[in-house]
């Protein structure tokens, strides 16, 4: 239980409270910068009602001013000066990319009748276009190398309580920037009126041009590295002379923070979280603590022990969230609610997983493991008789985009390396399908194989996350690739423009998806191009670059993929790589041990990118049994969710699946009652939530019937549970 905050110190603060100093409350110490953060702005941001977004006094903290309607619309307000946008204008623009990123804004989505700013916390549509007026502090936070630099956000609402304090973090998603997650827990804290603590954990839009030596700055407006000094948001730790060689022999490359940073940040996820929380705290006393007598300082009436914290967060920011909850030594964090968790456990060994009362075949890789798995088979997958789909839409995308050629070419090359089997297209696809069923992907996962490949993922993450765990630098091609601005017909690499990059803090989501920076295959005969382009060196065919792929997965398993030979200095990568890559990984994996703190996970049965085998069910029971029966986990999976609800705008995705964004809302709802109230929280259990239906790109309105509340007594069919130490779920 919290303790109250002092009535004594509160009477001095809050008006017409009258109560009697008589708790003899010891006097509290000044409020200072928790250690390693520089602040750098405090802005008002007042606006009630829809504006331009163009100052503070026209924004707010939610919508940036632009309300309900303005976050629904599909494009983000225009720069007055596209060249030099003002910083006020790029938070404007990425809060309204970031809010849409994390959920489905179009017609009949639920955007604006079950959830979105003008829905209230009960579910009503009351809160009219849904703007929230406060305060946002912003800082960085460094290690004293100059080189960290996080990114963090206290926002304040004005209708934050001092009776009640709250704070909800807000760890950025994906590998966004410190406005990630302001569509999600962001939305949900701020609407309960609790002070929301946002960071991009190392992430975000830190985009560096070694052409120019330009970088993104913490508030992302750009400037040379040098002009931008201590507030570069990422720069290369590269030199002058390095940087001309390396501009002469691969002109027009990129470099992005989460890649290339060398730092590995996603193993201080969890203490960024929790920095941010030190910082919510100090924010909050700077707002509503007295002055301390004889100074001009504030003192410290709000501590963890006095105020409600709820780690929230989705994908790797659900997984940050359980990092910081198992990182807490101090006590700051109350509950915990992680959505599709890209959660890595430690370990497979002493926990299982079931569905059904079935093991599965596998379960509780890191995230880097089967992508690369997924990276070698998944364009091949696609063209599985079984699941090859006679719609052209959006989840047919290879289709759509016309790639389907180039995973023939996959297929041919995997089978002249004895990777699959078969003497066609279709066989050599089934057995790829069948190799990912048995890496543990489920069924729901086989016609998703098609768009999640078609869309980049598997290439984009397989190049990213092994240069960011084996902390290398953008001068090492790592596996011959690059990244680059690129024709979109061709692939070739282009400049990136003036305007791209000065908009790139806003439009960016972090990743090499293409905006700006692309995933760019060197070693493509004829010359550099873009993975879906690239023609590999060994089978001399447009194969989506799998000799890169294949370089990929011998990095995170140390041994050559069409051989199992163990890598040696001579090989291509080396073990010496391999090894900084596998380092890498093992400082990301989780212990487990939640310090029996409650939690909520909450997932998708069809989530293809974070397959739940690998995380979420993965991680409950590895929670199960590290903690025994002081765990206080709930898992909820819901039937037809899947990774990404802004796909659910996309034709295909909109008629098959449900917004899983609602359930992290309950979810965050249930936690906050059970803090407060000691409300159970709803047990373990499948959600049976149906889709829509009707033709792709045209499904009817989604409504509350298709979005069955989780449930405070399951029934029998519906509960997940124990077998021994293997977590069973229904199918």
């Given at each position: 239980?919290?303790?109250?905050?002092?009535?004594?110190?509160?009477?001095?603060?809050?008006?017409?409270?009258?109560?009697?100093?008589?708790?003899?409350?010891?006097?509290?110490?000044?409020?200072?910068?928790?250690?390693?953060?520089?602040?750098?702005?405090?802005?008002?941001?007042?606006?009630?009602?829809?504006?331009?977004?163009?100052?503070?006094?026209?924004?707010?903290?939610?919508?940036?001013?632009?309300?309900?309607?303005?976050?629904?619309?599909?494009?983000?307000?225009?720069?007055?000066?596209?060249?030099?946008?003002?910083?006020?204008?790029?938070?404007?623009?990425?809060?309204?990319?970031?809010?849409?990123?994390?959920?489905?804004?179009?017609?009949?989505?639920?955007?604006?009748?079950?959830?979105?700013?003008?829905?209230?916390?009960?579910?009503?549509?009351?809160?009219?276009?849904?703007?929230?007026?406060?305060?946002?502090?912003?800082?960085?936070?460094?290690?004293?190398?100059?080189?960290?630099?996080?990114?963090?956000?206290?926002?304040?609402?004005?209708?934050?309580?001092?009776?009640?304090?709250?704070?909800?973090?807000?760890?950025?998603?994906?590998?966004?920037?410190?406005?990630?997650?302001?569509?999600?827990?962001?939305?949900?804290?701020?609407?309960?009126?609790?002070?929301?603590?946002?960071?991009?954990?190392?992430?975000?839009?830190?985009?560096?041009?070694?052409?120019?030596?330009?970088?993104?700055?913490?508030?992302?407006?750009?400037?040379?590295?040098?002009?931008?000094?201590?507030?570069?948001?990422?720069?290369?730790?590269?030199?002058?002379?390095?940087?001309?060689?390396?501009?002469?022999?691969?002109?027009?490359?990129?470099?992005?923070?989460?890649?290339?940073?060398?730092?590995?940040?996603?193993?201080?996820?969890?203490?960024?979280?929790?920095?941010?929380?030190?910082?919510?705290?100090?924010?909050?006393?700077?707002?509503?603590?007295?002055?301390?007598?004889?100074?001009?300082?504030?003192?410290?009436?709000?501590?963890?022990?006095?105020?409600?914290?709820?780690?929230?967060?989705?994908?790797?920011?659900?997984?940050?969230?359980?990092?910081?909850?198992?990182?807490?030594?101090?006590?700051?964090?109350?509950?915990?609610?992680?959505?599709?968790?890209?959660?890595?456990?430690?370990?497979?060994?002493?926990?299982?997983?079931?569905?059904?009362?079935?093991?599965?075949?596998?379960?509780g890789m890191s995230l880097i493991d089967y992508i690369t798995f997924a990276n070698i088979y998944q364009p091949c997958a696609a063209l599985a008789p079984a699941v090859v789909m006679g719609e052209t839409s959006y989840f047919n995308f290879m289709t759509l985009v016309g790639m389907n050629a180039r995973a023939g070419n996959r297929c041919a090359a995997l089978a002249a390396r004895g990777l699959v089997t078969g003497a066609d297209t279709a066989t050599q696809a089934t057995d790829a399908l069948a190799k990912l069923k048995a890496y543990g992907w489920l069924p729901e996962n086989d016609t998703m194989h098609n768009a999640h490949y078609g869309l980049g993922n598997a290439p984009i993450v397989a190049m990213m996350y092994t240069n960011a765990f084996g902390r290398f630098s953008m001068l090492d091609n790592l596996c011959g690739m690059s990244a680059a601005q690129v024709n979109a017909a061709t692939g070739d690499v282009v400049a990136v423009s003036a305007t791209v990059k000065a908009g790139a803090f806003a439009s960016g989501n972090g990743t090499a998806n293409g905006a700006p920076a692309a995933v760019v295959y060197n070693n493509s005969v004829g010359g550099a191009k873009a993975w879906q382009f690239a023609v590999s060196p060994t089978s001399g065919t447009a194969d989506f670059a799998l000799d890169a792929a294949l370089c990929q997965r011998a990095l995170v398993t140390g041994t050559d993929p069409a051989t199992n030979l163990a890598l040696g200095a001579a090989t291509t990568p080396t073990k010496a790589q391999s090894d900084l890559v596998r380092a890498g990984i093992a400082e990301v994996q989780l212990n487990g041990n939640l310090r029996g703190k409650p939690t909520l996970i909450v997932a998708g049965r069809s989530d293809a990118l974070v397959p739940i085998n690998h995380s979420s069910r993965a991680y409950v029971a590895f929670n199960r049994v590290t903690e025994g029966a002081s765990s206080k986990t709930s898992y909820y999976e819901v039937a037809n969710a899947q990774h990404f609800d802004t796909f659910l705008s996309l034709s295909g995705f909109d008629n098959r699946f449900v917004p899983l964004h609602v359930y992290f809302n309950q979810s965050m709802s249930a936690m906050y009652a059970h803090l407060k109230s000691g409300t159970a929280l709803p047990p373990s259990q499948v959600v049976r939530a149906t889709p829509r239906g009707g033709l792709p790109g045209a499904a009817p309105a989604i409504t509350a019937a298709n979005l069955p509340a989780i449930s405070a007594a399951p029934v029998a069919a519906n509960q997940i549970g124990f077998a021994g130490t293997s977590l069973n779920v229904p199918n």
């Open positions: 239980m919290k303790k109250p905050v002092s009535s004594c110190v509160l009477a001095a603060v809050v008006p017409l409270l009258l109560v009697a100093c008589s708790d003899n409350s010891s006097v509290d110490p000044v409020n200072a910068l928790p250690a390693g953060v520089s602040e750098l702005s405090r802005t008002s941001f007042s606006a009630t009602t829809p504006g331009s977004g163009t100052s503070s006094a026209t924004q707010d903290l939610l919508t940036a001013g632009l309300g309900k309607t303005g976050l629904g619309a599909a494009a983000a307000p225009a720069y007055a000066d596209p060249a030099n946008p003002t910083a006020a204008e790029l938070r404007r623009n990425a809060i309204h990319s970031n809010y849409r990123a994390i959920m489905d804004a179009s017609a009949g989505s639920g955007y604006g009748t079950l959830y979105g700013p003008n829905i209230d916390l009960n579910g009503g549509n009351t809160l009219g276009e849904g703007l929230i007026p406060g305060v946002e502090y912003l800082a960085r936070l460094d290690d004293g190398t100059g080189k960290k630099n996080v990114a963090m956000v206290v926002q304040i609402p004005a209708s934050f309580d001092p009776k009640n304090p709250c704070i909800v973090t807000g760890p950025s998603s994906g590998s966004r920037g410190v406005y990630g997650s302001v569509g999600s827990a962001g939305e949900w804290g701020l609407k309960r009126g609790c002070a929301v603590a946002l960071t991009d954990s190392g992430k975000g839009m830190g985009l560096y041009d070694p052409m120019d030596d330009t970088v993104n700055k913490i508030d992302g407006t750009r400037a040379t590295r040098t002009a931008a000094g201590a507030l570069s948001h990422f720069s290369a730790a590269i030199s002058d002379s390095a940087r001309a060689a390396f501009n002469t022999a691969f002109p027009n490359r990129l470099a992005l923070k989460h890649v290339h940073s060398q730092q590995n940040p996603e193993k201080d996820w969890g203490n960024d979280t929790l920095a941010s929380v030190q910082y919510a705290l100090y924010a909050i006393n700077q707002e509503y603590a007295p002055v301390a007598a004889g100074s001009s300082n504030r003192t410290v009436l709000f501590k963890a022990d006095n105020t409600l914290v709820i780690a929230g967060s989705v994908s790797n920011g659900g997984a940050a969230v359980l990092q910081a909850a198992e990182q807490d030594s101090a006590g700051l964090i109350d509950g915990v609610v992680a959505a599709e968790p890209s959660a890595q456990p430690r370990t497979t060994a002493g926990y299982g997983v079931q569905q059904g009362g079935v093991a599965v075949p596998k379960y």
